[in-house]
């Protein structure tokens, strides 16, 4: 018996996604973030952090769900007043769900260039993500979604866990080629640790996603 390899596999997929509607795609983004915490007793102290994070997208036309995979880095506070917090490290996982803006309750991707309404919006909503026009060169839209932290406190041997909630942002900026799109998001997170009162963060993440299928492409146009 023949074994299919994993790429084999995923390409057989791929080519049967479009007949269900739905784009996979990935994407590779980095975020910097302004983090800002408080133990009982003490002041609120910010602290910088990047991440850098590898997505997998499963696109509809009016909606979008990713699993995100990243790493991530959080530099000490001062330590002004004599104390601070430690800086730590580590990996994440989040799951996220994303809707485009509407207007007038139809969706940014509705619309063809000349503002009127398509009667195939699936198609359109399709070639908003794909291919930009001479009015649609953006896309944008907002999001939420919850993820999952292993982190160790630097120069140390410990480890701890911790949730988090968050909501975002996020514009993309289709360019000239079909299958790729820049995303810029600016995310809003909360913390549920328990070593901490209070801590969360905002930012501002730069990505590249990558569209593995084509069905405008297969439609003929």
């Known amino acids: 018996m023949k074994i299919i ?16 509607s739905i784009d996979i795609s990935h994407s590779l983004s980095s975020r910097g973030t302004v983090v800002i915490s408080r133990l009982e007793g003490f002041d609120f102290k910010t602290q910088g952090s990047n991440s850098l994070e590898l997505a997998t997208l499963l696109e509809w036309s009016s909606w ?6 990243g790493i991530h880095g959080t530099e000490a506070t001062n330590l002004d007043g004599g104390w601070g ?34 009667k195939d919006t699936s198609v359109k909503e399709k070639a908003s993500r794909e291919k930009p026009t001479s009015g649609s060169i953006f896309r944008a839209g907002w999001g939420g979604g919850g993820g999952g932290f292993f982190s160790r ?13 968050y909501t975002f942002l996020f514009l ?8 790729i799109r820049i995303r810029y998001s600016v995310p809003f997170e909360w913390y549920f640790r328990k070593d901490l009162d209070s ?23």
């Open 199 to 221: 801590s969360f963060s905002f930012g501002l993440s730069i990505g590249v996603v990558y569209t593995w299928t084509n069905p405008m492409n297969k439609e003929g146009r």
């Open 153 to 165: 406190y630097r120069e140390t041997d410990l480890l701890f866990f911790y949730p988090s909630a």
């Open 5 to 20: 390899s994993r790429f084999a596999l995923f390409a057989i997929l791929v080519s049967a996604v479009p007949a269900f």
């Open 64 to 69: 979008a769900i990713s699993g995100i995979l």
């Open 172 to 179: 993309d900026y289709l360019t000239a080629y079909p299958r």
């Open 85 to 118: 917090y430690r800086g730590y490290e580590g990996f994440h996982a989040r799951v996220q769900v994303e809707i485009p803006f509407s207007i007038g309750g139809t969706s940014m991707g509705d619309l063809s260039s000349s503002g009127t309404h398509d």
